[in-house]
């Protein structure tokens, strides 16, 4: 029922990856690798753990990820077969031991709810798997719009790891192609669950390792994470009628910032002023003009 999918690139923290998955309580999983083309060959390290895991390797000849991460993920997504439900795992985290048993001990509650995507609790950690948080829990069953309003008042964090996505649903709604995939997680939670109710499972963690090497940790990404806002606050604005109107007062300011921080882009600011004219909220959009003009 369950794939665990890992876009492999760096191997450094791979072996505690991997190690996490031999380590699981329950086993019903098939693991799939799809090899961007690394130049760090990962043969010897999976040798280790052909006997232990249910492996499925695929290397590229050709690097998707330096111009689309979120190609490299919808091809590693089509390694899968008949599962369910994927995981996309990160090659630089790792699952408690009872994940996927705690998963398997939730699913029929998954269904009953009809919720098509599942988050797990959470944990940062830094290069050496030391822990730089406390443990991120979850309403067991929110609204996807009302997660985002909590993770931009900073009650919340997100990362693709963390999430279980009804597959046939995901294959059907595809993966926003956002400039080094940045909001693509939070795109795919609004659209998998129809921007409706998320299912968490708060008794296992996802360690999410922060470095200098992952583009959530690394300041060498500023102008790809500036396009990126533009793109999701495109998507965010087409889709604002999914979200409340106390939703919004949280969401719209947001997206106002990402337009502040685009300049360049034009189109994007031209949006945010037509959204107001047509709510006839004619002070914010003379507000937001004044704001982008100070600027």
């Given amino acids: ?74 091809r590693c997504l089509e390694m899968t077969q008949s599962e369910k439900w994927v995981m996309i795992l990160g090659d630089d985290d790792f699952l408690d031991e009872n994940v996927v048993s705690a998963f398997y001990n939730s699913i029929e509650i998954v269904s009953a709810s009809n919720c098509n995507v599942i988050r797990f609790a959470t944990q940062k950690i830094d290069t050496k798997t030391n822990t730089k948080s406390a443990v991120y829990n979850h309403p067991e069953i929110e609204k996807s719009t009302t997660f985002l309003t909590r993770l931009y008042t900073k009650r919340t964090r997100s990362s693709l790891s963390e999430y279980v996505f009804n597959k046939n649903i995901l294959l059907q709604k595809g993966i926003r192609n956002f400039p080094i995939a940045w909001h693509a997680d939070l795109a795919m939670v609004l659209e998998v669950s129809d921007f409706k109710e998320v299912y968490a499972i708060n008794t ?34 087409r889709n604002l009628n999914r979200f409340s109107k106390e939703e919004q007062k949280i969401v719209v300011p947001r997206i106002e910032k990402m337009a502040i921080n685009n300049r360049k882009q034009f189109k994007f600011a031209t949006k945010i002023m037509v959204l107001y004219f047509c709510r006839f909220e004619f002070s914010k959009a003379f507000l937001f003009m004044y704001k982008i003009l100070k600027k």
């Fill in 204 to 237: 296992a963690v996802v360690s999410i390792r922060i470095s200098h090497d992952s583009i959530s940790g690394s300041k060498a990404y500023i102008k790809q994470k500036a396009k990126a806002d533009f793109s999701f606050g495109k998507f965010l604005i």
């Fill in 1 to 74: 029922m369950l794939a665990i999918v890992i876009p492999y690139y760096k191997i450094n923290y791979f072996q505690t990856t991997l190690q996490s998955l031999a380590d699981q309580s329950d086993m019903r999983f098939v693991v799939y690798i799809g090899d961007d083309a690394s130049p760090d060959d990962p043969a010897t390290l999976l040798s280790k753990f052909e006997d232990k895991l249910t492996l499925r390797y695929q290397r590229f000849d050709q690097n998707f990820g330096a111009n689309s991460l979120t190609k490299q993920w919808e």
